[in-house]
Nanobody
Framework: QVQLVESGGGSVQPGGSLRLSCAAS????????TDWYRQAPGNQRELVAA???????NYADSVKGRFTISRDAVKNTVFLQMNSLKPEDTAVYYC?????????WGQGTQVTVSS
């Protein structure tokens, strides 16, 4: 069993920044890749950023150049640095780790971008 806890969400004005964290209950980030998803009201959950076990990263086109996913395997934490935030980035953000047993999700953290 793996528990993931997201933190770092909040309210910010357009153009602002936030840094989300996803802390794991076990040292799994050396073994499995991690994804950040988001879900806005009325929308499907969408993949925002991903980091593989090897450290390769991928981003949705809508966040390329603004968001950065990174990992601190020693601290069992994955980060999502979000810069130049836009109102359309408003959503609940979730981290996900897919192991060879099951996918695990965190509870989500709310990000609101509004003036």
């Amino acid at each position: 069993q793996v528990q993931l806890v997201e933190s770092g969400g909040g309210s910010v004005q357009p153009g602002g920044s936030l840094r989300l964290s996803c802390a794991a209950s076990r040292n799994i980030f050396r073994i499995y890749g991690t994804d950040w998803y988001r879900q806005a009201p009325g929308n499907q959950r969408e993949l925002v950023a991903a980091i593989t076990r090897a450290g390769s990263t991928n981003y949705a086109d809508s966040v390329k150049g603004r968001f950065t996913i990174s990992r601190d395997a020693v601290k069992n934490t994955v980060f999502l640095q979000m810069n130049s935030l836009k109102p359309e980035d408003t959503a609940v953000y979730y981290c996900k780790v897919t192991t060879n047993i099951a996918p695990y999700w965190g509870q989500g953290t709310q990000v609101t971008v509004s003036s």
